[in-house]
Nanobody, 120 residues
């Protein structure tokens, strides 16, 4: 079983910065992609940023230029640096990983979420 544990959420003022981290543990042969999604109250969960195993990174238009995704394969960690945050960035942020616990098997895992609140 694979578990994802997020950290780093909290309250931040508009224009400030915050760093989210996610560490994976369990039976992992390889990691195919790592990323972050978010869900604001009343909204659907949306992609924030994702990086593939080929180091190709994609960002939502709303965060490009302000957020930076980074991964550490050896530590099985992915981080999201949030800069110049805005009130509309307020949401629960979820870590997501697509991993292969064994050859030929691919599964998607989610963290429990960490709340980011941006005050104006």
């Amino acid at each position: 079983q694979v578990q994802l544990v997020e950290s780093g959420g909290g309250l931040v003022q508009a224009g400030g910065s915050l760093r989210l981290s996610c560490a994976a543990s369990g039976s992992i042969l390889s990691i195919n992609s790592m990323g972050w999604y978010r869900q604001a109250p009343g909204d659907q969960r949306e992609l924030v940023a994702v990086v593939s195993n080929l180091d190709s990174t994609s960002y939502a238009d709303s965060v490009r230029g302000r957020f930076t995704l980074s991964r550490d394969n050896a530590k099985k960690m992915v981080s999201l640096q949030l800069n110049d945050v805005k009130p509309e960035d307020t949401a629960v942020y979820y870590c997501n990983m697509v991993v292969s616990p064994a050859i030929g098997i691919r599964r998607t895992y989610w963290g429990k979420g960490t709340l980011v609140t941006v005050s104006s």
